[in-house]
């Protein structure tokens, strides 16, 4: 599976962005996708996820409210629309599926997208 992010760019606190990532090959084997970002000079942490055929996305505390996780599934595509962003949120945001592989599970990772936010 190939994930490609897409929506990054510069934009000011207090303002609204919505990110893309496209999924191709063989999409049928994901099980769940996510979201996660890594600002600089700290890990990469879990923004948001979300499991194929439904279910209750999961949010890290400091976005709920103000970012939602969504799949179409009949483009192959999941959003993160991000809104009253922070500049804490400066960051690169990464794509990221869990993917069927014969008896296990392996990650699949895009190639991030910068999202700066301006104070």
């Known amino acids: 599976v190939h994930l490609v992010e897409s929506g990054g760019g510069l934009v000011q606190a207090g303002g609204s962005l919505r990110l893309s990532c496209a999924a191709s090959?063989?999409?049928?084997?994901?099980?769940?996708m996510g979201w996660y970002r890594q600002a600089p000079g700290k890990q990469r942490e879990l923004v948001a996820d979300?499991?194929?055929?439904?279910?209750?996305?999961n949010y890290a505390d400091s976005v709920k409210g103000r970012f939602t996780i969504s799949r179409d599934n009949a483009k192959n595509t999941m959003y993160l629309q991000m809104n009253s962003l922070k500049p804490e949120g400066t960051a690169v945001y990464f794509c990221?599926?869990?993917?069927?592989?014969?008896?296990?599970?392996?990650?699949?990772w895009g190639q991030g997208t910068q999202v700066p936010v301006s104070s």
């Open positions: 979300i499991i194929s055929g439904g279910g209750t996305p």
């Open positions: 090959g063989d999409t049928f084997r994901i099980n769940a």
């Open positions: 990221t599926a869990i993917v069927r592989a014969g008896l296990g599970f392996l990650n699949s």
